[in-house]
């Protein structure tokens, strides 16, 4: 099919058929207080003013996506050292009452102690920015629910007997934190003997050679060996 193309002012090429916009979204998980959580901002200006919604915005015409997702997670919450992975993208015709909008979905896990040294505050068209539960968000805006539903469901495929944990967890643990870890990610109570019999049998974790004391015999501490770490970070962990 033949198109009439021209260029605007700006130089950039100009087709006579319709083009759509292009967003980014970022999800940030994080471990806290025995519950997996979220980070939203919640939107200062129309569509869907006033509702929480995961950060992003408009893709720049001279911006690779990767960069945009970046430069709106700043300019909303603050935040900008963050490792991100995309994940997904999401194009329904109807997921943005302005025009035809497509988004990349980026994600990243943090641990508490990473995300405790994040200076978050809301920024731009943000009115506010807080950590959510996964399992008590509020209303979202556009289509947010679903990516994020979609996105927990990979990190769960992925968590199961895999070094992936080593991002939420601090560098020493004891296996009963780390069963905190999975059964709140997988939202399902988990045999304590056949999940450690499991995951020490995925030999991804070794004794750190420390302990934790408490109200019984002292609990050892284990983390996760740097040949699992370096198998994990080179794969993609959402392909």
Request: net charge negative; hydrophobic share 40%; proline share 5%.
């Amino acid at each position: 099919m033949n198109q009439e193309v021209v260029r605007d002012g700006a130089g950039y090429f100009c087709y006579d058929y319709p083009r759509p916009a292009v967003t980014t979204d970022v999800i940030l998980f994080t471990f806290h207080d025995n519950d997996l959580k979220v980070l939203l901002i919640q939107r200062k200006h129309p569509p869907f003013e006033h509702s929480w919604a995961l950060p992003g915005g408009f893709v720049n015409m001279d911006e690779e996506l990767h960069i945009a997702a970046l430069r709106e997670l700043a300019e909303e919450t603050n935040i900008t050292d963050v490792y991100l992975e995309q994940l997904y993208t999401f194009g329904r015709p109807d997921r943005d009452p302005r025009t035809r909008v497509i988004t990349v979905a980026y994600f990243a896990l943090l641990s508490a102690d990473q995300a405790a040294r994040l200076e978050i505050r809301s920024q731009s068209d943000a009115k506010d920015v807080r950590w959510w539960s996964m399992y008590a968000l509020p209303d979202l805006a556009f289509d947010h629910d679903r990516i994020l539903q979609y996105a927990l469901q990979r990190l769960r495929w992925k968590l199961e007997w895999t070094a992936l944990g080593f991002l939420l967890l601090p560098a020493e643990f004891t296996l009963s934190e780390l069963q905190r870890v999975y059964e709140r990610v997988l939202n399902e109570p988990l045999d304590k003997r056949n999940f450690r019999r499991k995951i020490l049998a995925a030999d991804v974790l070794e004794e750190s050679g420390n302990v934790r004391g408490g109200d019984h015999r002292p609990a050892k501490l284990y983390r996760f060996t740097a040949k699992a770490i370096e198998l994990e970070q080179a794969r993609r962990r959402f392909p």
